[in-house]
């Protein structure tokens, strides 16, 4: 039995996430005993890159977003990719996906390029982050305090820059998944 028997996951995800950036951490989160479930806006399956150009394995989604309700969930995982967080931004069931993680106080984790949701969920204001570089200057233009650190823990909200920090990442991410609702987590 892991750390995170009887935890449900879930992966909020469309094709075009950073391949490593969804399969470690989910890895990690079953080898701790958690039920992991991939959602994403359409059934089927979902296409992973490596890079910004080379597209690479599928992975099965296990629910759609309509389908998924948050409550059913103790934690929320964000890959990154370029075009996965981009996707997820543009749909509004996603955002309020994600809104309702915040709004509950549950652990949410997301790395790379994944915090551009958070940035139109609208739940990084004040909050300790970091991500990849190039998405630097929109968290802190919307009120996130931003650092280049390989992860960064704020009240339940693990953020790290790229798959070099997977490691840290998902120690981080199973350690706040285990601790469960974090009264400062907010929206």
């Not at 652990?107 to 739940?123: F, K, R």
Request: net charge negative.
């Amino acid at each position: 039995m892991g750390q995170l028997s009887n935890r449900n996951i879930a992966v909020l995800s469309e094709s075009g996430f950073e391949e490593t950036e969804l399969t470690s951490p989910v890895q990690r989160l079953k080898e701790e005993g958690a039920t992991v479930h991939i959602i994403s806006s359409k059934p089927g399956k979902i296409q992973a890159m490596k890079g910004d150009h080379d597209w690479t394995i599928e992975v099965d989604v296990d629910k759609t977003i309509s389908a998924a309700n948050p409550e059913d969930y103790n934690g929320l995982l964000i890959p990154g990719g370029v075009l996965n967080p981009d996707a997820l931004r543009k749909n509004d069931e996603a955002v309020a996906f994600v809104k309702a993680f915040f709004n509950a106080g549950k652990p949410v984790a997301a790395i790379c390029h994944g915090p551009q949701v958070l940035i139109t969920a609208e739940v990084v204001k004040g909050r300790k982050m970091t991500s990849t570089k190039t998405i630097k200057i929109d968290l802190v233009n919307a009120g996130a305090h931003w650092e280049d650190s390989e992860v960064i823990v704020d009240q339940g909200l693990v953020t790290s820059r790229s798959p070099h920090d997977l490691p840290a990442f998902n120690d981080k991410m199973v350690e706040e998944f285990a601790e469960g609702i974090h009264e400062k987590q907010h929206a």
